[in-house]
């Protein structure tokens, strides 16, 4: 019995070369599976990490870009303020009146109205004019809010105004009426109609409009004038609240 296991275990040490070859052959395929398995799971694993690592570096550049915008377009609003108040201040309102740039941030062409993005926090108070960079009146505050307020304007039906030679009273849609003008004043299509002053609501000189149209008869003591209004509602985005004059 111990000569037999003598005998295995001289004839192991003798075929140890022979036996490792064999499994190592038999095993080969397998560990080539398993090495490509792992090899694919690695590589599957490295690509998610990649595309995760992308996607996260994409929100992040969207998101730049997105602040990136938003700079941009602040920087050209304040542009834009700043060239209405350098023209402001080239036909010098500014030196005549203490003024609050604002933004039409809305327009009810049906009311005669607008609404602009200033409001109590800002100074402003009920019947404060409207006026454009131009000098053009545009109408006046009608309702205070915190952050906004409501404009009518001059061609409003509850509108009136003192003007040069009468009383500018508004008829709703965009129209103006020239009334109570002396029978015996001149005046003419294409002449300007500026504000008098006289009624302390407005400061004197503010362009209202140009005269279209003289209605004038014999028997009447006054003579009527249609305006057409100098100032564009559609054009409209910037205007100028007199904070005090």
């Not at 060239?83 to 809305?106: D, M, P, S």
């Not at 020239?178 to 009624?199: A, H, N």
Request: glycine share 6%; proline share 3%; net charge negative.
């Amino acid at each position: 019995m111990i000569v037999i296991v003598v005998l295995i275990i001289v004839l192991l040490n003798l075929f140890q070369k022979e036996v490792k070859s064999f499994f190592y052959y038999i095993s080969s395929p397998i560990q080539k599976v398993l090495w490509r398995i792992g090899g694919r799971a690695s590589d599957f694993l490295e690509s998610f990490l990649r595309t995760k690592n992308l996607k996260r570096e994409a929100d992040e550049l969207k998101l730049k870009n997105q602040e990136l915008l938003s700079q941009i377009i602040a920087l050209e609003e304040q542009k834009k303020e700043n060239n209405i108040l350098r023209e402001a201040l080239g036909i010098g309102l500014q030196k005549e009146f203490k003024l609050a740039l604002a933004q039409v941030i809305g327009k009810d062409i049906s009311q005669d109205s607008i609404l602009i993005n200033k409001g109590v926090q800002d100074g402003l108070l009920k019947d404060m004019p409207i006026i454009t960079e131009q000098n053009v009146l545009v109408g006046r505050v009608s309702e205070v809010y915190d952050r906004f307020s409501k404009v009518l304007l001059i061609s409003h039906k509850d509108s009136s105004l003192d003007a040069e030679l009468g009383v500018v009273r508004g008829q709703g849609n965009f129209n103006l009426l020239f009334d109570l003008i002396p029978r015996e004043q001149k005046i003419f299509p294409g002449d300007m109609v500026v504000t008098s002053g006289l009624d302390n609501d407005f400061p004197k000189g503010l362009l209202i409009g140009q005269i279209k149209e003289v209605k004038k008869n014999d028997v009447e003591p006054f003579q009527q004038a249609e305006i057409e209004p100098a100032f564009n509602i559609s054009q409209i985005e910037k205007v100028f609240i007199i904070l005090e004059f």
